[in-house]
């Protein structure tokens, strides 16, 4: 659990640390995710941990798809999400993974709906989705938090 808790907290950082760049020019420097990348591809192969390996490796399938869809769709979604998504898989593991990607997804909609409602935003505008992601990760974090105090305290 401790160990998670570690991923869950390092993809968190990770996260924050693309959005800020993401909010302010919706580009994303390569340094942040490759150097992320590498950590978490190191703490997958050569830290043991009580994850299986399967299950870590295969956190970077919604961001692959995420990237896929950037590709056919010519732009339409950014590269640095799945990018980003694929990065926070591996190092949190599938299940987190997808559960980010769904928070995110209602939080950027919400976002949008806000947006176009009070007239700061059109339809056809871009919204940063990297920040939807961080949020999401960090309610994760907080959420097993929470659940890991509630187990020591009531053991």
Request: aromatic fraction near 8%; glycine fraction near 8%.
């Amino acid at each position: 659990m401790r160990e998670y808790m570690v991923r869950l907290a390092a993809s968190c950082l990770f996260l924050w640390m693309a959005a800020v760049p993401d909010l302010k020019s919706q580009k994303i420097p390569i340094r942040i995710p490759a150097l992320f990348l590498a950590a978490a591809l190191a703490a997958d192969l050569f830290w043991p941990s009580g994850i299986p390996k399967r299950e870590l490796l295969s956190g970077a399938v919604p961001g692959a798809v995420l990237l896929l869809l950037s590709f056919l769709l010519k732009g339409k979604l950014g590269e640095g999400d799945g990018i980003c998504l694929l990065v926070s898989g591996l190092l949190t593991g599938i299940v987190s993974a997808v559960m980010i990607a769904e928070v995110a997804l209602v939080m950027a909609a919400a976002a949008g709906c806000f947006w176009i409602r009070t007239g700061r935003k059109d339809a056809r505008d871009r919204i940063a989705f990297v920040p939807c992601l961080a949020a999401a990760q960090s309610l994760l974090l907080f959420a097993e938090a929470v659940r890991a105090g509630r187990s020591l305290f009531w053991q």
